[in-house]
């Protein structure tokens, strides 16, 4: 599965065009404020970076990271081909990273990653202190001196409604990341104050969170390396290749193997864009994109055997760190039944994925807000297509088909109001399914691909144009699957 993209000329009203059976196909972008993630100007990065600096031989330095640090802005840094065992961080801004297909092989120590940028220096220690009357927001960071007035600064706020509960909380609210401007700073009270006006249209919406994030990078490219990890069962938290703190990073043509924890790993990063990445085995995730990244753009990844999820958004370390604005296309997983190709966790909002691929795997689980699932095929999978967790709200998944469906579920509900562990009150609402057809392989029918947890709530739920073995979904088969009458289901449609 590979598809190129190109974007038209104008920020203004972005498109992008996909080459699919010799024919380009134009993709409206979207503009709705209600469907941000179709929007793409918010991704900004529509093609790699071009240098007009020096082009730098790894092969006449002692290491990778030597090689590196003898970059300056605007250099080319070529590796050639060959396998490297060594641990690099990336560091230098305005650089590219490309390759003749080398390999950089994570040493066996205790080092997490073999390639990667570093941690940011603000995102954990920022706290929202106050507000002026005409919007400006106040806010503590561990040391306000580096920031001057007429800085642009970005910084992810961490929203939830009122009286929710703070364990959990992030799976009802919403996040926001924006660059604002310094407007004042007050170095003896560690405090910066920006011009922030709350921008979601939810009511009853307070600040809880917020953080103010550095970059340890900006505008990087890295085309054609290849990463391997330490053994996954000698290094559990393996993360082959980290980006981490980065600001514009472009990475292409890429193999990762023997990911630990983490295959690729995004964290505090914006405006990141992966493409031709293929991923080998791993032990929970493919790529895993939270710690409040956002704006991430991920295409053509093709992922080979990952315990959990070959591509997720969520949150980490604060309910801050909370993911959005996630633009996937074009997702093969080959993996085993436990697993999930696409997963949003809790934290992560406003992410679409589009023409997702599923052999012998479960292809989405839903677990937070604005979720759209657009295009797919399923193949041979004999646990539930789709599920249901924590508190997903406006989500849809629409127009694909499963084939040879084993005995598995199709629709799994799997909300548990009160009961619902540290997340607490799961429920959801506003979810649509459209457009699905199904090809049983096992002995279920229609009355029994799907389940509802007995504490579900969900306040509108649809259906819509779901066959199954030829057979039209309709109200009654949906009332019959298990637990339909002690679960709490309002505003059911089945068309």
Known sequence: MRWNYRHDNSWQTPTIKRRKNGQWVTIDSGSSSSDRGNDLSRFYMDRPPERSGDRIDASNYSSLQAAHDALSEGDTLFI???TYVERFTISQDHITIESNDAWVVQPDNNETHAVGMGDPGHNSDASLVGSHDNGDKVIRVSDASPFSIGDDIYIA???????????GGASGADTTHEYRTVTSVDPTNDTITVHYPILLPYPNIENTEVGVMD????????TGLNIRGTDPTDRPDSRPFQI???????ADNMQIEDGGRNAMYVSRSMRTRLDQIDLGPSQQYGINVFHGSTHTMITNVTANNIGRYAVRFGIGGGTSRCSSDGYV?????????SSFVTNVHWGGFFVNFYNVEATASKVL??????ITLDGFESYGNSQNEFATRQRPFHCTVKNGNIYNKQDGLVFLMNLRGEDGGVYGNERGGDLTFENISIEPYGDRDITEIGFFHENCEIDGLHFKNITYDG?????PHVESWANYDSANITNLTVD
């Open 80 to 82: 050639p081909s060959g």
């Open 157 to 167: 706020e961490y929203r939830r409604p009122y009286g929710e509960p703070q364990s």
């Open 215 to 222: 970059w340890f990078a900006e505008d990087v490219h890295i």
């Open 244 to 250: 981490q703190g980065g600001k514009d990073v472009w």
């Open 329 to 337: 296309d074009g997702v093969t997983g080959i993996n085993g039944d």
């Open 365 to 370: 689980r839903i677990r937070s807000r604005h």
């Open 471 to 475: 057979q039209q979904l309709e109200r």
